[in-house]
């Protein structure tokens, strides 16, 4: 794994032990001192992939499906892959998909707040690195390096150009907590660096701005970026490396539909056959981690990632079963509009947090990272997950973890 660090502030051990919090002002003055410090890697790894070698997500913002589906750059970009007709979020609003994606669950939340998740909950980051594949956020419009102060405004204009919602990691203190990983989480402007310096990782979540996504704008506005932004990687050999691309959403816009919304899955790891096909298997955000775990045998994080359907163009390579929705309530009547009980759910309820379930049982040969297993061992924290790809809300929540009325 090649390092290249831009700038190596020295910090104290205790300053780092407490790193979640070391940049989370947001005072115009403290973000400038900050930006001159602040330390930025940009590390490379080359581990193949059974279906790619390389896993880019792009998230944008609250829009149904059919409204997204019917935008005229992203149903371009559709044509140019695999439309996923049947992918879902999970609750809403926003904070709690971005954290399920890369967490394998939402805790309960139900909020956009201020929000850290404790040291001893795992990401997909502890799975890449322990098989030493890089990572890297890329935030359009973060003010620096491992910001993680909850929004940063257009210093001209006044609007929400960044926003610590819509960064998964910097949620999670086991991300945010490790300098190293701070560092990892970027500007979008960083991504052109490294993609000039062919120094790009094999995973990366990139968000645009809130303008950008469609938060403060519209489809179009959002569609158009995408388009932008992707048309010209799909014919640059320094991006398209055995290059998956997912294309999503956090949530839809109508709370009182079913919460399905728009997947596109591009580059050159789709087989030629494949580009212009839909495929309607069930998905949801944990399939974006049983992906990763599946195509680079990793091992799993005890969660909601263990039963996730992993998407049909990758299972195909890895041999993965794909399931149907078999749950006591069908499918069509499931809607991940509303949020179970948990730790982060401000209207109350079990506030533990559940522990992974470190028994196995899965349909699969993966196993739970043993470093998890070694930090869980023993808790006596209930244990709501399992193997299966039904998936609970908050009307169908898990025992223990109801909703307060």
């Known amino acids: 794994m090649r390092s290249a660090v831009l700038s190596l502030p020295l910090l104290a051990v205790g300053a780092a032990a407490q790193a979640e919090n070391l940049y989370t002002a947001t005072a115009t003055s403290a973000v400038y001192a900050a930006q001159a410090t ?77 929000l850290q998740i404790t040291q001893n909950v795992s990401t997909v980051i502890d799975l890449l690195e322990d098989k030493g594949i890089s990572w890297a956020e890329y935030q359009e419009d ?25 960064n998964p990691a910097v949620n999670y203190n086991s991300a945010a907590g490790q300098i190293d990983r701070l560092a990892s989480m970027k500007n979008l402007t960083m991504f052109y660096d490294d993609l000039k310096n062919d120094a790009l990782p094999q995973w990366m979540f990139i968000t645009p701005n809130m303008t950008s996504d469609a938060h403060d704008s519209d489809i179009q506005t959002a569609g158009t970026w995408t388009r932008t932004f992707l048309e010209p990687l799909l014919d640059d050999k320094k991006f398209m490396k055995n290059t998956l691309v997912l294309i999503t ?49 990793l091992h799993t994080l005890g969660r909601f990632d263990v ?35 948990g730790v982060f759910n401000t209207d109350g309820g079990n506030g533990r947090y559940p522990a992974p379930n470190l028994g196995g049982g899965e349909t699969h040969n993966r196993t739970v990272l043993p470093s998890i297993q070694e930090l869980w061992s023993g808790s006596t924290a209930p244990v709501y997950y399992t193997p299966e790809l039904e998936i609970p809300d908050g009307l169908q929540p898990p025992s223990g973890y109801e909703p307060v009325q």
């Open 38 to 114: 602040a330390k930025t890697l940009s590390n490379t790894s080359n581990v193949k992939g059974k279906a790619f070698d390389r896993f880019v997500v792009i998230w944008l913002e609250n829009t149904d499906y059919d409204m997204a589906y019917g935008d005229e750059n992203l149903n371009w970009l559709a044509q140019k892959g695999i439309t996923l007709s049947g992918y879902h979020a999970v609750t809403h609003p926003s904070q709690p998909n971005y954290v399920a994606a890369i967490g394998g669950d939402y805790f309960g939340m139900q909020n956009d707040d201020f």
């Open 307 to 341: 039963g996730a359907n992993v998407f049909q163009v990758v299972a195909d390579r890895t041999g993965d079963q794909i399931r149907a929705w078999s749950g006591d309530v069908e499918l069509s009547n499931r809607y991940f509009n509303y949020s179970y009980a």
């Open 142 to 166: 973060m003010p620096f390096s491992g910001f993680a102060g909850k929004e940063w405004l257009n210093q001209q204009n006044g609007k929400n150009d960044y926003v610590r919602k819509h």
């Open 249 to 297: 959403f956090d949530e839809n816009d109508t709370y009182q539909v079913q919460n399905r919304i728009l997947g596109i899955l591009l580059g050159d790891a789709v087989p030629q056959e494949l580009v212009g096909t839909t495929d309607g298997n069930f998905y949801n955000h944990y399939s974006e981690i049983s992906t990763v775990e599946a195509n680079w045998d």
